[in-house]
């Protein structure tokens, strides 16, 4: 299973990703922890993203796309994988049709997690100030004025791949405001269900070869039956006047 979690910056994606792999055993995939460890680390790709990481707003597309390419070319996301934090706008989206595409690849779906931005505000300021007096390391990015930032990239950059994803009739949306097993066992419900455009999909398809749906051809074929064996019944009828005559 190839899926996508969107969610604005704090809507639980991380958790909700952590259940899911659990769940169907193929990897999480994050776009942030993998920038996150070239910084720690030094590298290159580190040293070119840093800036526009610690200030919230998005890396340059080819630097996350060719990341992401070598990441699901390793076995262990042979089976599948969950997307998190990645595409991030619809450029990146195309990028990765087209890296699927050309390994015979598609997603299964697309999963938004609904929050209200305002509890998330307080959710996150709440969850940084609880790290700060517990002595934790923070991200850099963890503050109040970045995540400002982060949530205005995420309108605007990455709110459009709602109906992107929409269009493409792959769009699961999952309320994130509910408890954390609520909204996995939603995430879970939303996974097994028929898409509603695959099934308006798999209709077309079926009505280009027949012209009718299979049901309505039986139900058509149906009364010229009945008529067929009322001809004849009604030849039998005339018959026997006949000879009665
Ligand atoms: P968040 O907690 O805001 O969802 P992530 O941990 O996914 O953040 O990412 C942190 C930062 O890493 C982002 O603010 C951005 O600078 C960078 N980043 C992560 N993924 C991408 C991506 N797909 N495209 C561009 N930048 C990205």
Redesign the pocket.
């Given at each position: 299973m190839r899926l996508v979690l969107l969610g604005?910056?704090?809507a639980g994606?991380g958790t909700q990703a952590d259940q899911l792999v659990a769940r169907y055993g193929i990897p999480r995939l994050?776009?942030?922890?993998m920038?996150?460890a070239a910084m720690a680390a030094g590298t290159a790709l580190g040293e070119r993203?840093k800036d526009?990481?610690v200030r919230?707003?998005?890396?340059?597309?080819e630097l996350?796309v060719a990341i992401v390419a070598d990441r699901i070319r390793e076995p262990d996301a042979a089976k599948g994988f969950i997307l998190?934090?990645?595409?991030?706008?619809v450029p990146?989206a195309e990028a990765l049709e087209r890296l699927l595409q050309e390994r015979g690849l598609k997603l299964d779906a697309v999963v938004e997690l609904k929050v209200d931005e305002t509890i998330l505000l307080n959710r996150i300021q709440r969850r940084i100030l609880q790290m700060t007096a517990r002595g934790e390391a923070l991200?850099p990015?963890d503050n109040a004025e970045v995540l400002k930032q982060?949530l205005a990239?995420?309108r605007a950059q990455t709110a459009p791949l709602s109906a992107h994803y929409r269009r493409k009739g792959l769009l699961k949306i999952v309320d994130g405001m509910q408890p954390i097993a609520a909204v996995a066992a939603a995430i879970v419900r939303a996974l097994a269900a028929e898409p509603a455009e695959g099934l308006a999909r798999k209709a077309r398809k079926s009505k280009g070869k027949s012209a009718v749906t299979p049901r309505r051809a039986k139900a058509k074929r149906r009364p010229a039956g009945r008529s067929k064996a009322k001809k004849t019944k009604a030849r039998q009828g005339a018959a026997r006047t006949r000879r009665r005559g």
């Open positions: 604005p910056p704090g994606k994050s776009t942030g922890d920038l996150r993203v526009n990481m919230g707003e998005l890396v340059p597309d996350v998190d934090g990645f595409p991030r706008n990146q991200r990015d982060r990239a995420y």
